[in-house]
């Protein structure tokens, strides 16, 4: 069973599970792996909030990117599997499936620029139950919004999205580096596909900058760098673009630059449930401490890129 927390919510955006339920129902008879939805409840004075009734996938969940324990060959597999699974994603025909009005076609990343500040000014506000204290503002926020409101970004693009796909939202077979579900849709819409790239190849661009901040973001991880298996980001790349059929190498730097502007707020998210007593347990406010290492990282993408605009490399 899925469904929304109790309480107020911090996020217009955030726990849509009703979205989650259409999108799922219509993926049912694709060649996407999806768990089977059997029932949506939308009365709240039921379970006292909206929730819905899935199929159990019988298989594996890594929280951790770099499968401890699996063999080094299988680890690139399941990665490969992971990256050309969220290609065949990509590449669905949303007029066929009945998801046509599921989102605007156009100008993904200018809604996103102004959910996510809407969103990190929302969050801001939250008190702490017991100090009383206001949880703040995201560091930096008004440089980050202002260059991504500048209007260079990707070239625009349409496709389904997940909007939160990472290893951990994937069931693997039991004994097979394969793909058998995709869980927690909730944040699903049509959008620009380097969303979705940026995020699952998001540790990979933290290991890449700078190892300190690595070690405070995937902290909860074993993975670090050199580990036998694991792909590099061009293998990645490479792999979906053999699928999607379009290569998205050029534009990575804007798209890593604000996924990691948009987890600053994810952790900022945190910060404000723990302190209204949604999120409990000191790992809430260890994640929320990140908050500042993605902001810092953001912002050196930012300066890179602008130093590649001043030298006359204008395709990021």
């Not at 260059?147 to 693997?172: E, M, T």
């Not at 760098?225 to 804007?254: K, R």
């Not at 908050?291 to 993408?301: D, E, I, K, Q």
């Amino acid at each position: 069973m899925r469904k929304k927390p109790p309480g107020q919510l911090m996020s217009k955006s955030a726990h849509k599970i009703e979205r989650e339920y259409r999108v799922l129902l219509a993926l049912q008879g694709t060649d996407i792996a999806v768990p089977r939805v059997y029932c949506l409840c939308e009365d709240s004075t039921v379970l006292g909030t909206s929730f819905y009734v899935m199929e159990f996938l019988d298989g594996r969940i890594f929280e951790d990117p770099s499968f401890p324990g699996v063999p080094p060959q299988e680890r690139n597999e399941m990665w490969c599997e992971a990256i050309t699974t969220l290609a065949k994603l990509h590449t669905v025909n949303i007029d066929a499936v009945g998801l046509g009005s599921y989102g605007r076609r156009s100008g993904f990343y200018n809604r996103q620029i102004k959910t996510w500040k809407e969103t990190e000014h929302a969050q801001s506000t939250v008190v702490d139950v017991d100090t009383k204290i206001p949880v703040g503002r995201v560091p930096g926020v008004g440089q980050m919004i202002e260059f991504f409101s500048q209007g260079q970004g990707p070239q625009d693009r349409a496709c389904l999205i997940h909007g939160d796909y990472k290893i951990d939202n994937l069931v693997y077979h039991k004994t097979e580096p394969r793909v058998i579900g995709i869980l927690d849709w909730e944040m699903s819409t049509i959008g620009h596909p380097l969303s979705d790239i940026a995020n699952i190849l998001q540790p990979w661009t933290i290991l890449a900058m700078s190892s300190s901040a690595a070690h405070q973001l995937l902290l909860p991880f074993q993975m670090t760098a050199g580990i036998v298996g694991l792909p590099s980001i061009p293998d990645c790349l490479e792999w979906y673009a053999n699928v999607a059929g379009w290569d998205p190498q050029p534009e990575m730097i804007w798209a890593d630059a604000f996924s990691l502007f948009r987890m600053s707020v994810v952790r900022q998210g945190i910060t404000a449930r723990h302190a209204s007593r949604q999120a409990s347990g000191s790992t809430a406010v260890e994640i929320g401490r990140g908050m500042s290492v993605c902001v810092a990282l953001t912002l050196r993408l930012i300066s890179k890129m602008r130093d590649m605009r001043t030298n006359g490399r204008a395709r990021l």
